[in-house]
């Protein structure tokens, strides 16, 4: 099992840059594939971006592609996800999500175990 914690959110102008991170607990955060999610007032949950337990491996949402970059530190236990050139519509809340090796990197919430509390990210027009 591993708890996840999410931080970096906040307020920030269009075209603006932030950070998110989240740490994970226990010492088996290499066994996880892990995910950013994000969800706005009135919408679904929807994917960002995912990366495999390696690093290897990264994917990302059309409407955030080439705009944010994920990324690990095994050692650190801990997933990051730049982002850059802020668009109002990226106001939502952002959650991080872990999936076993065993599965695939998914882009489905359906297909993650443990998720963080989330952290607000608004940007302001």
């Known amino acids: 099992q591993v708890q996840l914690v999410e931080s970096g959110g906040g307020l920030v102008q269009d075209g603006g840059s932030l950070r998110l991170s989240c740490a994970a607990s226990?010492?088996?955060?290499?066994?996880?594939?892990m995910g950013w999610f994000r969800q706005a007032p009135g919408k679904e949950r929807e994917f960002v971006a995912a990366?495999?337990?390696?690093?290897?491996?990264?994917y990302y949402a059309d409407s955030v592609k080439g705009r944010f970059t994920i990324s690990r530190d095994n050692a650190k236990n801990t997933v990051y996800l730049q982002m850059n050139s802020l668009k109002p519509e990226d106001t939502a809340v952002y959650y991080c999500?872990?999936?076993?090796?065993?599965?695939?990197?998914?882009?489905?919430?359906?297909?993650?175990?443990?998720w963080g509390q989330g952290t607000q990210v608004t940007v302001s027009s």
């Open positions: 999500a872990a999936t076993s090796r065993a599965s695939g990197v998914g882009m489905a919430p359906r297909s993650y175990d443990y």
């Open positions: 226990g010492r088996t955060f290499g066994s996880y594939h």
């Open positions: 990366i495999s337990w390696s690093g290897g491996l990264t």
